[in-house]
């Protein structure tokens, strides 16, 4: 059977002769596997669409084990994003979340849609951290790990500045209920405040939040945990990010 769907390539890696697999987060399937075909031919017309966070336009055949791609159109390279050392790491780390996170033929469309907002906006307006952290929100959302931030988990009680933030339970700890752990995170009114905005708020009103230096490294690490305590894994590119940063200072 053949389909179409629109998709962004999350990563591609060799496989026999002149094939190669990609990972696609596609938008009726969610993730799939497809065999790219000839892709390392310097002829083939696949080459172009297939380099991480390209979105094209996709013909595919759905195989037994395997779909294989026979034809792709880019719709957008992204190419203010893709021409800065930075900004690139950040929407390649965006893809190794799917790619890590999401289970294969599970269609999450507002998660697409998401991610296509997102990647127009660091393309367009730069790269502003909160567009990162808005798309880790959503993503724990749409696995299901909505942080819960109105009342305690335990207890129901109304939240407040004094509660914690239990990576286990998912969401606010009152500090009667909250044990002492690996798993709890103290964070500020701001982090809370934030966190909120970015699982229930708009996209669009984030390039006007005004946030401290603090909150925004607090919620920066509360996510990571987050992700990891949750996905069970690791995401390598935050590391090498932050090795970058270190060396050649980005200047956020
Ligand atoms: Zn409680």
Redesign the pocket.
Known sequence: MNYNSRGFILRQRDYRDSDKLLSIFTEKKGKITAVAKGIKKPKSSLRACAQPFCHAYLHLNQGREMDLLTQARLLDFYANSRSDLERSLYCIYLMELLDKSLLENIPLPALYKTLLLVLSAINEQGLNPLFIRYFEAQLLASLGYKPVLSH?L??N?KASSSFRFSLAEGGL??P??CEEGNDVITISGETMGLLRLLSEGSFQALPRVKVSPSALKELEYLLEKYLEYHLDRRFKLKNTIRLLKKTIHFEN
């Open positions: 305690c335990s207890c009680r700890v009152c009667d209920c």
